[in-house]
């Protein structure tokens, strides 16, 4: 991706090497090459959806249709005017492409099972990114100091490991809703994958941060560096989510001829959020992440009727362009770059380490939600091991694993960058299309209706709160005390919000039209979700 860069920068230095005409046709072709996959992507994605075919999902139809135009460009010797054609570096997909699938990520939540199992979520998704990038990266350095892969510094081993924990399961996810598979399960992948990628982010920018600063690394530094990123962030894109609730509470833009400037209005705000945070140095994948769920929650049911039809089609549509785009360049990209394959040995073993290290971040985590949950609301043994089996690696591994070309010496970004496109093409065609049999295997596919935590979900969107009089010799466990603890303080943030959050940002009063309008959406997403994360 680099070189692409170095050859878009040498195209506007020398512009007497091509006449503008011939850059203007180039371009234009480039641009119908672009729609021409992109209508491939859709048209071939329905058709294997209609036919049930699991073994190869969209998001590997997409990967496939990249990796061919891009394998046909290189035969054809046409490899230096695709490349003028296809002129973007890594900057596009944070700027253009990531964005609203993060925010659509956010917006289209289910608000009951993620909500009912938010402390999951946060445990698997916080914590669990955290052991996971730490395991992979260690195990990645001792590999290098034992001579079975190529050795790499600490630092930018971290970076590696961080870089990789970014989880994308688009293609899980749609073959879990084709199949049927219990609603708490789908809630824990895609609300882990929501806030992964925003964990992931704000880890490898401060190993970066560490990796730039001469004293070496400084784990107490770290750990704040990454808490102002992460905690600073998320409070931005909170913020910005309270203020257009606000503003759409009192602005009074709900009426027939102002519902055009409310559409404008609701689509500026998520990218004001993630502007706000890149100007001052914070994350904004993180801050448009949180802007999405909280303008989902209170700015969502300030709106019209038709604005609220308007904003969910719209977000979901820019959102399903960019991912089908992004992994159509993924694949072409593999195709056309020059790649370091005399290191297969570190895409070997990295892919080895990853496994284990999913292995630490999902079994560790469930084991600490499980001390405080009663037991018919235990995560089982095969919820588990399906959330391991999930943990594909997509748009975001391969977004910063091209920043790492840069950020890291010649050759060591280099050869991330190899294993991690290795990894991404493995993960997505090989794991992404057993999926179905995976769900299988482990029997889970059809019980979404039939697990006794979903039916509960059904009557009720409060977190249910399990009794703890009988205790028994567990009473003196501090640590499940303060676990427990977490899960009061849970229950408390929901009262929270529906007594006063809820009625002070909407113009609801809370309950009744609450859940009506929690309901349309989740609905309405459900038809959708054929092709997003």
């Given at each position: 991706?680099?070189?692409?860069?170095?050859?878009?920068?040498?195209?506007?230095?020398?512009?007497?090497?091509?006449?503008?005409?011939?850059?203007?046709?180039?371009?234009?072709?480039?641009?119908?090459?672009?729609?021409?996959?992109?209508?491939?992507?859709?048209?071939?994605?329905?058709?294997?959806?209609?036919?049930?075919?699991y073994y190869m999902p969209e998001a590997s139809a997409s990967l496939l249709i990249g990796l061919t135009v891009g394998g046909l460009a290189n035969i054809s010797n046409t490899e230096t005017s695709i490349r003028a054609w296809f002129n973007f570096h890594e900057e596009f997909f944070f700027?253009?492409?990531?964005?609203?699938?993060?925010?659509?990520?956010?917006?289209?939540?289910?608000?009951?099972?993620?909500?009912?199992?938010?402390?999951?979520?946060?445990?698997?998704?916080?914590?669990?990114?955290?052991?996971?990038?730490?395991?992979?990266?260690?195990?990645v350095y001792l590999g290098g100091l034992v001579f079975l892969m190529y050795r790499l510094p600490l630092v930018e081993c971290l970076m590696f490991g961080a870089l990789i924990s970014a989880t994308d399961p688009v293609t899980v996810l749609s073959i879990f809703q084709e199949l049927g598979t219990d609603m708490n399960l789908y809630a824990l992948v895609f609300g882990e994958s929501v806030l992964n990628d925003a964990m992931a982010i704000s880890l490898y920018r401060t190993m970066s941060l560490v990796k730039s600063s001469s004293s070496g690394p400084n784990f107490v530094m770290l750990t704040v560096r990454f808490l102002e990123t992460f905690v600073g962030s998320m409070s931005a894109g909170v913020g910005v989510g309270f203020t257009s609730a606000l503003l759409f509470k009192y602005a009074g833009l709900d009426i027939d001829n102002l519902q055009n400037l409310e559409c404008c209005l609701v689509v500026l705000f998520p990218y004001f959020s993630y502007?706000?945070?890149?100007?001052?140095?914070?994350?904004?994948?993180?801050?448009?992440?949180?802007?999405?769920i909280v303008m989902k929650h209170y700015t969502y049911s300030n709106l019209s009727e038709n604005s609220q039809r308007f904003v969910s089609a719209f977000f979901h549509l820019i959102s399903s362009l960019a991912e089908a785009f992004v992994f159509i360049y993924m694949g072409f990209d593999i195709a056309m770059e020059q790649h370091s394959w005399s290191h297969v040995g570190f895409i070997f073993f990295s892919i080895i380490f990853i496994g284990v290290a999913r292995a630490a971040n999902v079994f560790s985590c469930a084991y600490l939600v499980n001390l405080v949950r009663p037991a018919h609301r235990q995560i089982p043994l095969k919820h588990q091991k399906a959330l391991w089996y999930s943990g594909l690696r997509g748009a975001m591994a391969f977004a910063l694993a091209l920043q790492s070309v840069h950020d890291l010496p010649e050759g060591h970004g280099q050869t991330i960058f190899t294993a991690t496109t290795a990894i991404v093409v493995l993960t997505v065609l090989l794991i992404g299309g057993s999926t179905g049999t995976m769900l299988?295997?482990?029997?889970?596919?059809?019980?979404?209706?039939?697990?006794?935590?979903?039916?509960?979900?059904?009557?009720?969107?409060?977190?249910?709160?399990?009794?703890?009089?009988?205790?028994?010799?567990?009473?003196?466990?501090?640590?499940?005390?303060?676990?427990?603890?977490?899960?009061?303080?849970?229950?408390?943030?929901?009262?929270?919000?529906?007594?006063?959050?809820?009625?002070?940002?909407?113009?609801?009063?809370?309950?009744?039209?609450?859940?009506?309008?929690?309901?349309?959406?989740?609905?309405?997403?459900?038809d959708f979700q054929g092709y997003h994360h």
């Amino acid at each position: 991706m680099g070189s692409i860069g170095v050859g878009v920068e040498e195209l506007r230095i020398s512009p007497t090497d091509s006449h503008p005409g011939k850059e203007q046709q180039a371009a234009g072709v480039g641009i119908l090459l672009q729609i021409m996959m992109l209508v491939l992507s859709f048209v071939l994605g329905h058709v294997l959806r209609r036919h049930k075919i699991y073994y190869m999902p969209e998001a590997s139809a997409s990967l496939l249709i990249g990796l061919t135009v891009g394998g046909l460009a290189n035969i054809s010797n046409t490899e230096t005017s695709i490349r003028a054609w296809f002129n973007f570096h890594e900057e596009f997909f944070f700027l253009f492409l990531l964005p609203p699938i993060i925010f659509e990520s956010g917006f289209s939540l289910s608000p009951k099972p993620f909500f009912s199992n938010f402390g999951a979520i946060v445990t698997f998704a916080i914590l669990g990114t955290f052991v996971a990038s730490v395991v992979t990266g260690f195990l990645v350095y001792l590999g290098g100091l034992v001579f079975l892969m190529y050795r790499l510094p600490l630092v930018e081993c971290l970076m590696f490991g961080a870089l990789i924990s970014a989880t994308d399961p688009v293609t899980v996810l749609s073959i879990f809703q084709e199949l049927g598979t219990d609603m708490n399960l789908y809630a824990l992948v895609f609300g882990e994958s929501v806030l992964n990628d925003a964990m992931a982010i704000s880890l490898y920018r401060t190993m970066s941060l560490v990796k730039s600063s001469s004293s070496g690394p400084n784990f107490v530094m770290l750990t704040v560096r990454f808490l102002e990123t992460f905690v600073g962030s998320m409070s931005a894109g909170v913020g910005v989510g309270f203020t257009s609730a606000l503003l759409f509470k009192y602005a009074g833009l709900d009426i027939d001829n102002l519902q055009n400037l409310e559409c404008c209005l609701v689509v500026l705000f998520p990218y004001f959020s993630y502007m706000l945070a890149e100007g001052v140095g914070l994350s904004g994948i993180v801050s448009i992440l949180f802007t999405g769920i909280v303008m989902k929650h209170y700015t969502y049911s300030n709106l019209s009727e038709n604005s609220q039809r308007f904003v969910s089609a719209f977000f979901h549509l820019i959102s399903s362009l960019a991912e089908a785009f992004v992994f159509i360049y993924m694949g072409f990209d593999i195709a056309m770059e020059q790649h370091s394959w005399s290191h297969v040995g570190f895409i070997f073993f990295s892919i080895i380490f990853i496994g284990v290290a999913r292995a630490a971040n999902v079994f560790s985590c469930a084991y600490l939600v499980n001390l405080v949950r009663p037991a018919h609301r235990q995560i089982p043994l095969k919820h588990q091991k399906a959330l391991w089996y999930s943990g594909l690696r997509g748009a975001m591994a391969f977004a910063l694993a091209l920043q790492s070309v840069h950020d890291l010496p010649e050759g060591h970004g280099q050869t991330i960058f190899t294993a991690t496109t290795a990894i991404v093409v493995l993960t997505v065609l090989l794991i992404g299309g057993s999926t179905g049999t995976m769900l299988e295997a482990l029997h889970v596919v059809g019980d979404g209706h039939e697990s006794p935590f979903a039916e509960s979900l059904e009557g009720n969107n409060v977190y249910i709160v399990p009794s703890y009089d009988e205790e028994g010799s567990t009473s003196g466990n501090r640590f499940k005390m303060k676990l427990k603890e977490f899960h009061r303080s849970a229950a408390s943030f929901t009262e929270l919000d529906r007594n006063y959050l809820t009625p002070f940002f909407t113009s609801q009063n809370g309950d009744e039209e609450e859940e009506h309008e929690e309901l349309m959406p989740t609905s309405r997403r459900g038809d959708f979700q054929g092709y997003h994360h």
